[in-house]
T-cell receptor, first 116, second 115 residues
Framework: SAVISQKPSRDICQRGTSLTIQCQVDSQVTMMFWYRQQPGQSLTLIATANQGSEATYESGFVIDKFPISRPNLTFSTLTVSNMSPEDSSIYLC?????????????FGPGTRLTVL | AQTVTQSQPEMSVQEAETVTLSCTYDTSENNYYLFWYKQPPSRQMILVIRQEAYKQQNATENRFSVNFQKAAKSFSLKISDSQLGDTAMYFCAFMKHGSRNDMRFGAGTRLTVKP
């Protein structure tokens, strides 16, 4: 298993500013992901955080808006840039442990972001 | 593309009763995984149960069981002896075999267990 922590747990930000969310895992993991969960909606994958290289973004998400870093196997950051009220969401970090054809995906507690 | 549909936005059940949450999906894949995740008010997503498509036997985890109908592309979750702690959002999810970063989630069902 994996224990995931995220900082901050919640924040209220002003339009036009940026927020960096941290994800820390208690063990080395194979894959790390960032999801967005808009109010009352399901989870949408933003990107896969790749260690030592640029993240792989899903359709509709771009690096300029959501820059991601993953300097090692246990840590990643997601920045929400130039925020607008539409960015108000819960942002979740997720990890996969192991290298077999299936490994359980674990989720962090999420960061609740409100943009005014 | 795979899609996951949960047609029940909200459900409620009396404590100790049984409730079934519905999920259907659309895929052309033959080998895949299906999941039910629970997200309580604390927001921590927790895996409830997992089913491999190549297994005909329905998965069971204590009070949680699934009814997997591959031909009908249906994957319902049955919660027996409901407890107050079962109150949460439940998400059905799909993932292709061999794809560890392509999990698709349904819209979720908010379950309330009433005392």
């Amino acid at each position: 298993s994996a224990v995931i922590s995220q900082k901050p747990s919640r924040d209220i930000c002003q339009r036009g500013t940026s927020l960096t969310i941290q994800c820390q895992v208690d063990s080395q993991v194979t894959m790390m992901f960032w999801y967005r969960q808009q109010p009352g909606q399901s989870l949408t994958l933003i990107a896969t955080a790749n260690q030592g290289s640029e993240a792989t973004y899903e359709s509709g998400f771009v690096i300029d808006k959501f820059p991601i870093s993953r300097p090692n196997l246990t840590f990643s950051t997601l920045t929400v840039s130039n925020m607008s009220p539409e960015d108000s969401s819960i942002y979740l970090c997720s990890v996969v442990v192991g290298v077999s054809s299936y490994n359980e995906q674990f989720f962090g507690p999420g960061t609740r972001l409100t943009v005014l | 593309a795979q899609t996951v549909t949960q047609s029940q936005p909200e459900m409620s059940v009396q404590e100790a009763e049984t409730v079934t949450l519905s999920c259907t999906y659309d895929t052309s894949e033959n080998n895949y995984y299906l999941f039910w995740y629970k997200q309580p008010p604390s927001r921590q997503m927790i895996l409830v149960i997992r089913q491999e498509a190549y297994k005909q036997q329905n998965a069971t985890e204590n009070r949680f069981s699934v009814n997997f109908q591959k031909a009908a592309k249906s994957f319902s979750l049955k919660i027996s002896d409901s407890q107050l702690g079962d109150t949460a959002m439940y998400f059905c999810a799909f993932m292709k075999h061999g794809s560890r970063n392509d999990m698709r989630f349904g819209a979720g069902t908010r379950l309330t267990v009433k005392p």
